[in-house]
């Protein structure tokens, strides 16, 4: 299950992947300015408009891939 951030109108604004928690997904059309970055990927690329072309070069996926694992951490360790 995930987190999700929604609207008072009841739109979704944010996802967080329970199994990734350090991801957030945003919905660039809940932004009121230009992004400062540039995209990362491009998710769910099956559901966009025939033409909507991407015209960077960052990976596109038909849908959302499955996220890597967090680094596994061991608080026992010393660090050094």
Not at 48 to 73: G, L, N, V
């Amino acid at each position: 299950m995930s987190e999700s951030g929604r609207c008072h109108c009841g739109g979704r604004l944010f996802s967080r992947p329970a199994d990734a928690p350090e991801y957030a997904n945003v919905l660039v059309s809940t932004l009121d300015e230009e992004p400062a970055t540039a995209p990362s990927v491009h998710l769910n690329c099956e559901s966009k408009a025939p033409w909507y072309k991407i015209r960077d070069e960052a990976p596109q996926f038909a849908s959302i891939p499955e996220m890597p694992a967090p680094p596994e951490t061991n608080p026992n360790q010393e660090e050094g």
